[in-house]
């Protein structure tokens, strides 16, 4: 199974900072015919389902604030909130559906400072 | 708009089964890819199985290969999910959540159904 390690477990950022959140898979989620990552970023506030923010490691699902960016470097992903603002506070999921069994990162929770 | 409502909260006692649905509406169940992951409490997201648009095709994770089938009605827009010999430890929120390139992340969640396990 491709295991994801997120990092931090939990971080604390001051509104209108930068959140940085930190993913890591065990191998590669690269499928070469079409050059994409198979990486998702989720939102999961509580009591709620997630929420989709980004696929593809960095495409930005429709109506999701520009603050929110996803970029990767090999096996290593990353999810950066820029500007946080309260309607942040979640916990934060990465995703892989490069191979079964899908997996998801332990999540990140996000926290006003 | 695309709407996955599911079946309400269930409890269940150790070795029983239970039997999750999961209604779409806003689009045609064919068309898209529908998976299963479920959530213990305070816990991460697991994946459990999937089941594919058009032609019936399903995947389960090996963790729950033999437990866990995933069926679909066309005429009733619904997708289901179905557990077997259950433990303490399957209790959880359980979610279906709509993949619309069939192999891909996850646009639209259903609300959620707890399954409770005890004796």
């Known amino acids: 199974d491709i295991v994801m390690t997120q990092s931090p477990d939990s971080l604390a950022v001051s509104l209108g900072e930068r959140a940085t959140i930190n993913c890591k898979s065990s191998?590669?989620?690269?499928?070469?015919?079409?050059?994409?990552?198979?990486l998702a970023w989720y939102q999961q506030k509580p009591g709620q389902p997630p929420h989709l923010l980004i696929s593809?490691?960095?495409t930005r699902e429709s109506g999701v604030p520009d603050r929110f960016s996803g970029s990767e470097s090999g096996t290593d992903f990353t999810l950066t909130i820029s500007g946080l603002q309260a309607e942040d506070v979640a916990v934060y999921y990465c995703?892989?559906?490069?191979?079964?069994?899908?997996?998801f990162g332990q999540g990140t929770k996000v926290e006003i400072k | 708009q695309v709407q996955l409502v599911q079946s309400g909260a269930e409890v269940k006692k150790p070795g029983a089964s239970v039997k999750v649905s999961c209604k779409a509406s806003?689009?045609?169940?064919?068309?898209?890819?529908m998976q299963w992951v479920r959530q213990a409490p305070g816990q991460g997201l697991e994946w459990m199985g999937w089941?594919?648009?058009?032609?019936?095709?399903?995947r389960y994770s090996q963790k729950f290969q033999g437990r866990v089938t995933i069926t679909r009605d066309t005429s009733a827009s619904t997708a289901y999910m179905e557990l077997s010999s259950l433990t303490s430890e399957d209790t959880a929120v359980y979610y279906c959540?709509?993949?619309?390139?069939?192999?891909?992340?996850?646009?639209?969640w259903g609300q959620g159904t707890l399954v409770t396990v005890s004796s």
């Open positions: 959540a709509r993949a619309p390139g069939g192999w891909s992340s996850l646009d639209y």
């Open positions: 806003g689009y045609t169940i064919t068309t898209y890819a």
């Open positions: 089941i594919s648009a058009g032609d019936v095709n399903t």
């Open positions: 191998q590669s989620v690269l499928y070469s015919s079409n050059n994409k990552n198979y």
């Open positions: 593809w490691a960095s």
């Open positions: 995703h892989q559906y490069f191979t079964t069994p899908q997996t």
